[in-house]
């Protein structure tokens, strides 16, 4: 796997880590703003994948995956995506609403909605944090929310990041919420034309 | 006793051994192209991700559907293949995102099958049935015994298409 320095600048990458770190403390923000719960980051980091090892980086290609996506337009365009598994969304939605644990059984359009709306907040606390100390404009488009297998999932940012390059840079981390057993995967995919624009050697 | 192989992204399976299975797991807008030749009892199964290659520097890619397709056809042809008997059946092709504002923008899945098609045409290569387009996600399995070709999607049967 090729090395963040052997690409970009020394301040590039310094600036790349601290967005891993503070920008992705921010988007977890959002999402404990909107579920009400305190949540743990965890294993925040920056990388280059190669994109067809980005298939292999979740459970099974079959398990049924709730993923919640959006891209970024403006100056650092790129896609985000919140990975979550099924049980795991429908426990989400519960909190999202101020229900019991265990009382949404299905992911209706209201349910939906409440998905979109917390991937809209997470993915424009982390946003905002990366205009703030970059000084490029942003906005996320409005999310949509998936419900697949995970690999059929998977599909849409690797053929969106694939047409062009065999490696991406990305920006993932771990959302662990106490009351709930599983992870959530935060990713961050840049489009790689606008990030090579800011920091290539 | 059957044993399933994995073919993931832009990989190809071929195989002449009646307790394999070839399996690509969760189809989204990726295509599978599932061959099988009768006769011989070979059967083959490629996982193509993309249309065609932007740039000739991973051209020979079988990520890409039309040169996994000629991979795919080449690799069973030296198993001793023919190609006029290939029973052919594509999977796949879906497009994944239906939010207002970004579905058009990833209809990669369209022109996955819509590349497929040509090929298998140019190639003379009839195809026997399908499953593509929609909104969602397929696992596409061959089986080498009888050369049988199964769909599942998420929540449903296995089904024979």
Redesign the interface.
């Known amino acids: 796997m090729t090395e963040l320095k052997s690409l970009f600048t020394e301040e590039f990458v310094d600036l790349l880590v601290k967005i891993s770190g503070e920008g992705i403390v921010n988007a977890a923000k959002g999402f404990a703003g909107m579920i009400g719960k305190e949540l743990e980051v965890k294993n925040s980091s920056v990388k280059l994948v190669k994109l067809?090892d980005i298939?292999k980086m979740l459970g099974?290609?079959?398990d049924?995956t709730v993923a919640i996506?959006l891209?970024s337009e403006g100056t650092i365009a790129g896609q985000m995506m919140l990975v979550l598994p099924f049980d795991k969304a429908m426990g989400i939605v519960d909190q999202i609403m101020g229900e019991p644990i265990g009382t949404t059984q299905s992911l209706g359009q209201m349910e939906k909605s409440a998905l979109q709306e917390l991937g809209n907040i997470t993915g424009t606390y982390f946003l905002n944090y990366v205009a703030d100390n970059t000084g490029s404009f942003v906005r996320p488009?409005?999310?949509?929310?998936?419900?697949?297998?995970?690999?059929?999932?998977?599909?849409?940012v690797?053929?969106?990041a694939?047409?062009?390059n065999?490696e991406v840079l990305m920006f993932d981390a771990e959302f662990k919420q106490g009351d709930l057993s599983t992870d959530i995967q935060f990713w961050v995919i840049p489009d790689p034309k606008t990030i090579i624009a800011y920091g290539a050697k | 006793m059957e044993t399933s192989i994995g073919v993931g992204l832009g990989e190809i399976a071929v195989s002449q051994n009646r307790d394999q299975i070839l399996v690509a797991f969760g189809l989204g807008s990726c295509v599978g192209i599932g061959a099988y030749d009768p006769k011989k009892g070979i059967a083959g199964l490629l996982h193509a991700v993309l249309p065609e290659p932007l740039n000739s520097t991973d051209s020979e890619s079988t990520k890409y559907v039309k040169n996994g397709i000629y991979k795919l056809m080449d690799q069973m042809i030296e198993m001793g293949a023919a190609q006029e008997r290939l029973i052919i059946r594509m999977a796949g092709g879906a497009n994944m995102l239906t939010s207002p504002g970004l579905s058009k923008t990833f209809d990669i899945g369209t022109r996955n099958i819509a590349v497929a098609e040509r090929v298998l045409q140019e190639k003379k290569l009839k195809v026997i049935s399908q499953s593509v387009g929609g909104n969602t996600g397929r696992t596409f399995r061959v089986y080498v015994s009888d050369g049988k070709m199964t769909i599942r999607m998420i929540g449903e049967k296995e089904t024979v298409f």
Not at chain 1, 141 to 156: F, K, Q, R, S
């Open positions: 067809l298939s099974g290609p079959e049924e996506y891209k488009t409005p999310p949509a929310v998936m419900v697949d297998m995970c690999g059929a999932i998977l599909d849409i690797i053929a969106t694939g047409i062009e065999e």
